[in-house]
């Protein structure tokens, strides 16, 4: 951040000295350099214009024969070839939501921790270790959940909400369901801190740009830590923070090796938290291996892989124009 | 009485300051918590990885290949295919990224509107889901050949190696002060001279850095391999044929019922694990150095 106005005017020094450059008879090398490097800026464009089209088009044959049914259609069946997105989607959606429900607060909780709490030298620690809890590959996070968070989840958090509520009203269904400890609520758990580094990274770095100034004259004045996160960094980086959230949705929406471990993988539509369900990505990793070329079923995870590429391109958007506000 | 029992009394009897305070001490105790249940999770990874996959890490498990259960496999060809894998992907990436890093960087002003369209596509395609990846280099790849190969998983690795290059390689240019371009312009070097031979070397720890990075984030990929280089149980080191990588093995071997290859699937996560850590502990080091 405050490099940015340096770097503007460095650019645009940059823009007049290239200008300037260019007026010189510019030789063929410098010609042959500028092909080179604007050729590989235009095939990384194709790259990812090729991946946007040919998604949709691959699933054309599923959403000619279904129609936009095809979206709102709870069926995934191999055996009659009829398939629908309904299921996985709202897997998807509703596992990605449990996930950032749970992770904006430990993420907001984390920055505010490190910026404004801890000592700089716990902070760089503590920082480095979330930041390496970022690298951590999806698999590995799909193993720990499986053969960590699975069994805790079936042993002890089921069986005690499911005795303390089950009569409940509206709290009842949720929790109904045989106690296999794989579900939407533990895929809501593993993406939950699979994302909450992503997003602890961004709201660190929004939170420290807000104007020391600012922070310190609310500190002269007597505020205390949260009121000048209440009252002074909230309201300034609100934006940023919203970006934030919607990146890590936009991460938990695709995320595949993580939730196929721990979700279960049936198609299948419910309100409870602990019954196996499955989303776009885990459908598309387990059957894909099985779906023959050219088959309706091929057509339809293809189509499935298209609707996900719009979900997370919209996400991806959102949180660019969220994010540009702040700047 | 000391200036600090002073400034207390004065607080203590304003129900409104206490009410702040107290605030104030549920909020660091929530960030806390917070900072330390994500700490938490980090090191219960490692531990559960430390704690199952030590075992696991035999001489044979390195040297052997995998095999039939109970036969004594190992992870060799695994590991072998995981590093022609990445090493071919980066090979393809890291030119392209850096091309487009130096076209954003040099020509890409504010008023090139090309420019601006690949920095937007590339910075979707860093957040985009590593299995669409995947299932686009089928579609490209490994559909019209009719086969799944090694090459088909260099590249799809390869797409998601590039946005992470091109944004450092991008970043750490502009970060070049102007005065050594117009140094190097002055002594009349042709412009791709002093992109090369000032600004890239100025540069080079920055991109080096960017380049590293995306090898951490492509070693422990999954999903775009399955359906590329999809695996293979036995030695092939032909990049025209099926191949064995680390992170597909530990996604067939985990759900296995068999114990040892259990065992070896956590023998595999345990070394892609501290693998990509030290990667970016090395980085981070060296980042924090330079």
């Known amino acids: 951040m405050t490099l940015a106005p340096t770097r503007q005017s460095e650019?645009?020094?940059?823009?007049?000295?290239s200008s300037g450059m260019e007026d010189k008879k510019s030789s063929w090398t410098d010609t042959l350099f500028h092909t080179l490097v604007?050729?590989?800026?235009?095939?990384?464009?194709?790259?990812?214009?090729?991946?946007?089209?040919?998604?949709g088009y691959g699933g054309r044959d599923a959403l000619h024969i279904f129609g936009l049914k095809f979206v709102f259609h709870n069926i995934w069946n191999p055996v009659t070839n009829e398939y629908g997105a309904w299921a996985p989607l709202f897997g998807t959606i509703i596992s990605t939501l449990i996930g950032v429900l749970i992770a904006v607060?430990?993420?907001?909780?984390?920055?505010?921790?490190?910026?404004?709490?801890?000592?700089?030298?716990?902070?760089?620690?503590?920082?480095?270790?979330?930041?390496?809890?970022?690298?951590?590959?999806?698999?590995?996070?799909?193993?720990?959940?499986?053969?960590?968070?699975?069994?805790?989840?079936?042993?002890?958090i089921q069986p005690f909400l499911t005795h303390h509520f089950r009569h409940t009203p509206l709290l009842g269904p949720l929790i109904h369901g045989a106690p296999?400890?794989?579900?939407?609520?533990?895929?809501?758990?593993?993406?939950?801190v699979m994302i909450a580094p992503f997003m602890t990274a961004v709201m660190r770095d929004v939170f420290n740009a807000v104007p020391p100034m600012l922070r310190e004259s609310a500190y002269g004045l007597g505020a205390t830590r949260w009121d000048v996160m209440r009252k002074i960094i909230v309201p300034w980086s609100?934006?940023?923070?919203?970006?934030?959230?919607?990146?890590?949705?936009?991460?938990?929406?695709?995320?595949?090796?993580?939730?196929?471990?721990v979700i279960g993988n049936v198609t299948d539509v419910g309100w409870s938290l602990f019954a196996p369900r499955s989303t776009v990505a885990s459908l598309i990793a387990l059957q894909f291996p099985e779906s023959p070329a050219g088959s309706i079923r091929l057509s339809s995870l293809l189509a499935l892989g298209f609707i996900l590429m719009l979900?997370?391109?919209?996400?991806?958007?959102?949180?660019?124009?969220?994010?540009?506000?702040t700047k | 009485m000391s200036d600090k029992q002073m400034l207390s009394k004065g607080w203590a009897p304003n129900p409104r300051a206490a009410r702040r305070r107290r605030f104030d001490v549920f909020a660091t105790i929530f960030g806390t918590v917070a900072s330390g249940i994500l700490v938490l999770v980090l090191a219960s990874i490692l531990w559960t990885l430390l704690s199952?996959?030590?075992?696991?890490?035999?001489?044979?498990?390195?040297?052997?290949?995998?095999?039939?259960?109970?036969?004594?496999?190992?992870?060799?060809?695994?590991?072998?295919?995981?590093?022609?894998?990445?090493?071919?992907?980066?090979?393809?990436?890291?030119?392209?990224?850096?091309?487009?890093?130096?076209?954003?960087?040099?020509?890409?002003?504010?008023?090139?509107?090309?420019?601006?369209?690949?920095?937007?596509?590339?910075?979707?395609?860093?957040?985009?889901?590593?299995?669409?990846?995947?299932?686009?280099?089928y579609q490209v790849l490994v559909a019209p050949f009719g086969h799944f190969s090694a090459l088909a998983g260099s590249v799809a690795l390869a797409i998601l190696a590039v946005p992470i290059i091109v944004r450092t390689t991008e970043d750490m240019l502009r970060l070049v002060p102007v005065a050594m371009r117009e140094a190097g312009a002055a002594l009349g070097a042709p412009r791709w001279r002093v992109t090369v031979f000032l600004c890239l070397r100025a540069a080079k720890t920055g991109v080096t850095t960017g380049i590293l990075l995306a090898l951490a984030r492509v070693s422990g990929e999954t999903a775009p391999l399955l359906f590329?280089?999809?695996?293979?149980?036995?030695?092939?080191?032909?990049?025209?044929?099926?191949?064995?990588?680390?992170?597909?093995?530990?996604?067939?071997?985990?759900?296995?019922?068999?114990?040892?290859?259990?065992q070896l699937a956590w023998a595999g996560a345990l070394l892609v694990t501290l693998g990509v850590l030290a990667i970016n502990i090395a980085v981070r080091i060296s980042a924090r150095r330079g």
């Open chain 1, 11 to 17: 650019s645009q020094r940059s823009a007049s000295l």
């Open chain 1, 38 to 55: 604007s050729g590989s800026a235009l095939l990384v464009l194709l790259v990812l214009g090729g991946l946007v089209l040919l998604m």
């Open chain 1, 105 to 156: 607060p430990l993420a907001f909780g984390t920055a505010f921790w490190l910026t404004a709490i801890a000592s700089p030298r716990v902070a760089s620690v503590i920082g480095m270790a979330v930041q390496l809890l970022a690298a951590v590959p999806s698999i590995i996070f799909g193993m720990w959940g499986f053969f960590t968070i699975v069994p805790f989840v079936a042993r002890h």
């Open chain 1, 180 to 192: 296999f400890g794989t579900g939407l609520l533990t895929a809501g758990l593993v993406l939950a």
């Open chain 1, 238 to 261: 609100r934006s940023g923070m919203i970006g934030a959230a919607v990146l890590g949705m936009g991460r938990a929406l695709g995320e595949t090796m993580a939730v196929t471990f």
């Open chain 1, 311 to 325: 979900l997370s391109f919209v996400s991806l958007a959102l949180a660019r124009v969220l994010r540009g506000d």
């Open chain 2, 52 to 137: 199952n996959g030590i075992a696991g890490l035999s001489v044979e498990a390195l040297i052997r290949p995998m095999g039939a259960p109970g036969s004594g496999g190992g992870l060799a060809n695994a590991i072998i295919g995981s590093l022609i894998q990445t090493g071919i992907g980066l090979l393809i990436a890291t030119p392209l990224g850096l091309g487009c890093g130096i076209y954003l960087a040099e020509y890409g002003t504010a008023q090139n509107r090309f420019a601006s369209c690949v920095r937007f596509i590339s910075d979707v395609l860093m957040s985009v889901p590593s299995i669409l990846v995947g299932l686009f280099v």
């Open chain 2, 228 to 262: 590329t280089s999809l695996g293979n149980q036995n030695w092939s080191l032909s990049i025209n044929k099926p191949m064995a990588s680390l992170p597909v093995t530990i996604y067939q071997y985990a759900g296995a019922s068999y114990d040892d290859w259990v």
